[in-house]
T-cell receptor, first 111, second 111 residues
């Protein structure tokens, strides 16, 4: 039981490039989340999903896109990377009662 | 006024001290209150979960919720160097809502 896994662990992007951050969970959770964490700023919700085929925007969705074709996978797509997207990205899934399980994070640097 | 306020610290204490971590909030509809612990370069992990008001104890950790004052606390007794981490409070309105996180308090326990 691996929990929530994320790839890659670290990535450097040039301004304007695109990439997909991968997230997979093996706990059969319906709810999944993408957060970004900037130094001293806590966690901000980017997108979330309540099940396969259903996604919705969080607090800071601009510049990102998501899809949820299976229960296990919830990839986050960055189009036209900007320096403001330099951050640590965490994927999470929700079990019961109200426990969110976080992945190890992806560190992204946009130069 | 931000929804959730948390002093970022850093907080440095000697081993064996009692630690008090706090958050205040403005939304009286919050019902679910959590504390997450995040070690450096790791994802957050759930430490304590409380529904509505009152106290909850788990080993050396006690979570306290005072809804009348919109104030939550986490107490750590007999603190250990292994408790050195960032502690994030989080809360939500109902079972369908999304978590709102504080910015986190960085704690260092010195041997």
């Amino acid at each position: 039981n691996a929990g929530v896994t994320q790839t890659p662990k670290f990535r450097i992007l040039k301004i304007g490039q695109s990439m997909t951050l991968q997230c997979t969970q093996d706990m059969n959770h319906n709810y999944m989340y993408w957060y970004r964490q900037d130094p001293g700023m806590g966690l901000k919700l980017i997108y979330y999903s309540v099940g396969a085929g259903i996604t919705d925007k969080g607090e800071v969705p601009n510049g990102y896109n998501v899809s949820r074709s299976t229960t296990e996978d919830f990839p986050l797509r960055l189009e036209l990377a900007a320096p403001s997207q330099t951050s640590v990205y965490f994927c999470a899934s929700k079990g019961t009662p109200e426990t969110q399980y976080f992945g190890p994070g992806t560190r992204l640097l946009v130069l | 006024q931000k929804e959730v306020e948390q002093d970022p610290g850093p907080l440095s204490v000697p081993e064996g001290a009692i630690v008090s971590l706090n958050c205040t909030y403005s939304n009286s509809a919050f019902q679910y209150f959590m504390w997450y612990r995040q070690y450096s370069r790791k994802g957050p992990e759930l430490l304590m979960y409380t529904y509505s008001s009152g106290n909850k104890e788990d080993g050396r950790f006690t979570a306290q919720v005072d809804k009348s004052s919109k104030y939550i606390s986490l107490f750590i007794r007999d603190s250990q160097p292994s408790d050195s981490a960032t502690y994030l409070c989080a809360m939500k309105e109902g079972s369908q809502g999304n978590l709102i996180f504080g910015k986190g308090t960085k704690l260092s326990v010195k041997p």
